[in-house]
T-cell receptor, first 113, second 114 residues
């Protein structure tokens, strides 16, 4: 059974720093992996989707990488801002059905002004 | 942009009441999902639907049912609400069951059962 781990569980950094959030998964046979952010009391917002054939995906200040063989993905946030404060979740998909998406427990990120 | 709309952001119900949570998506997606999210337990899949009138149980379907009469609308029903169903409920949709499909979420419905 796929297990998804996100370390650290919480992170606080000053504004302007570049930072890396980690996601590891035990079953490397994934179809894709999606990164989300969640603001308190809100739903999940899709940030990036990496297909299994891709190594990385970029959107603005965000860059996500995927290393299937080692069961790892990282989300890189450049020049962090207070508005980046949120919980970030990774979600690898195990099969063609979207019902096979497994969510990590998330990293709670706080950017200090 | 894809929009997934959950009709109620906050609900307070009493034990034993029947509760309807409604979700509508505007991107003609085939797949729709209901999750619940609880501290320490993460997101858990309750039910999903891959077509009109089609549904499949997720990981925790007990105490819930669903309805999908139209492609854009997916309803979660609590036949007799209980206090252990107090939670954040999240609806999601995605395109047809191909490996590239991105998952999109609504804003969530916070349900409190007294």
């Amino acid at each position: 059974k796929q297990e998804v781990t996100q370390i650290p569980a919480a992170l606080s950094v000053p504004e302007g720093e570049n930072l890396v959030l980690n996601c590891s998964f035990t079953d490397s046979a994934i179809y894709n992996l999606q990164w989300f952010r969640q603001d308190p009391g809100k739903g999940l917002t899709s940030l990036l989707l990496i297909q299994s054939s891709q190594r990385e995906q970029t959107s603005g200040r965000l860059n996500a990488s995927l290393d299937k063989s080692s069961g790892r993905s990282t989300l890189y946030i450049a020049a962090s801002q207070p508005g980046d404060s949120a919980t970030y979740l990774c979600a690898p998909r195990q099969g063609p059905s979207a019902s096979k998406i497994i969510f990590g427990s998330g990293t709670r990120l706080s950017i200090r002004p | 942009d894809v929009k997934v709309t959950q009709s109620s952001r906050y609900l307070v119900k009493r034990t034993g009441e029947k509760v309807f949570l409604e979700c509508v998506q505007d991107m003609d997606h085939e797949n729709m999902f209901w999750y619940r999210q609880d501290p320490g337990l993460g997101l858990r899949l309750i039910y999903f639907s891959y077509d009109v009138k089609m549904k499949e149980k997720g990981d925790i379907p007990e105490g819930y049912s669903v309805s999908r009469e139209k492609k854009e609308r997916f309803s979660l029903i609590l036949e007799s609400a209980s206090t252990n169903q107090t939670s954040m409920y999240l609806c999601a949709s995605s395109p047809t069951a191909d490996v590239a499909g991105e998952l999109f979420f609504g804003e969530g419905s916070r349900l409190t059962v007294l």
